[in-house]
């Protein structure tokens, strides 16, 4: 079965340093991972998609994952924080036959210091 | 593009009424639309999923005669709450997908409900 767990509940970093977001996955075949973001009281925004194309994959705002199958993780990083960061960040995995299903970790939430 | 709006952004209602939330697709054709609720501090969760002009298919544990769910064109999916209670708050997480990047779900702003 497909599952993404995401090792961090809360990651804080002060305003330029890098991040790290903690994602490993379960998976009987070779998976399709997302990593959304939520800002407060808002929809989720895709940030990048690793569909078994390039391991490393690219994203919007600076964030870019590293799909690692020996160490079946999908961790997401981004050089430089900047305050507009702070948001909660979701590891999803495509669950299902005809990948209809996603599946959300449980969340991190991304905390920004000046 | 791939903008998909959710209305109304916020809901209060008396316990035992019926509220709806509309999820639209406004610039391409949703084939399929999915319903997810996040609890305070939790993840989405899937309620269903639901394909143009076919019922929709309820997960485990949702109740599909109190989340009545309708897809009755291609850029337009109903979530209704039927005799809503306090433990039916939540905020409720629409998603489309069309024809084009058939793995991609793009999603609306969410509706928050809250029943008094």
């Known amino acids: 079965a497909q599952s993404v767990t995401q090792l961090d509940s809360h990651v804080s970093v002060s305003e330029g340093t890098p991040v790290l977001l903690r994602c490993n996955y379960s998976?009987?075949?070779?998976?399709?991972l997302f990593w959304y973001v939520q800002h407060p009281n808002k929809g989720l925004q895709l940030l990048l998609k690793?569909?078994?194309?390039?391991?490393l994959v690219k994203g919007i705002n600076g964030f870019e994952a590293e799909f690692k199958k020996s160490e079946t993780s999908f961790h997401l990083t981004k050089p430089s924080a900047h305050m507009s960061d702070a948001a909660e960040y979701f590891c999803?995995?495509?669950?299902?036959?005809?990948?209809?299903?996603?599946?959300f970790g449980a969340g991190t939430i991304l905390r920004v210091k000046s | 593009g791939a903008v998909v709006s959710q209305h109304p952004s916020r809901v209060i209602c008396k316990s035992g009424t019926s509220v709806k939330i509309e999820c639209r697709s406004l610039d391409f054709q949703a084939t399929t639309m999915f319903w997810y609720r996040q609890f305070p501090k939790q993840s989405l969760m899937l309620m269903a999923t639901?394909?143009?002009?076919?019922?929709?298919?309820?997960e485990q544990g949702v109740e599909k005669d109190k989340f009545l769910i309708n897809h009755a064109s291609l850029t337009l999916s109903t979530l209704t709450v039927t005799s809503a209670h306090p433990e039916d708050s939540s905020f409720y997480i629409c998603?489309?997908?069309?024809?084009?990047?058939?793995?991609?779900?793009?999603f609306g702003p969410g509706t928050r409900l809250t029943v008094l």
């Open positions: 998603s489309a997908r069309g024809w084009r990047n058939y793995n991609e779900q793009f």
């Open positions: 999803v995995v495509i669950k299902g036959e005809y990948g209809n299903k996603l599946v």
């Open positions: 998976s009987s075949y070779s998976p399709s």
């Open positions: 690793y569909t078994s194309a390039a391991t």
């Open positions: 639901s394909n143009e002009g076919s019922k929709a298919t309820y």
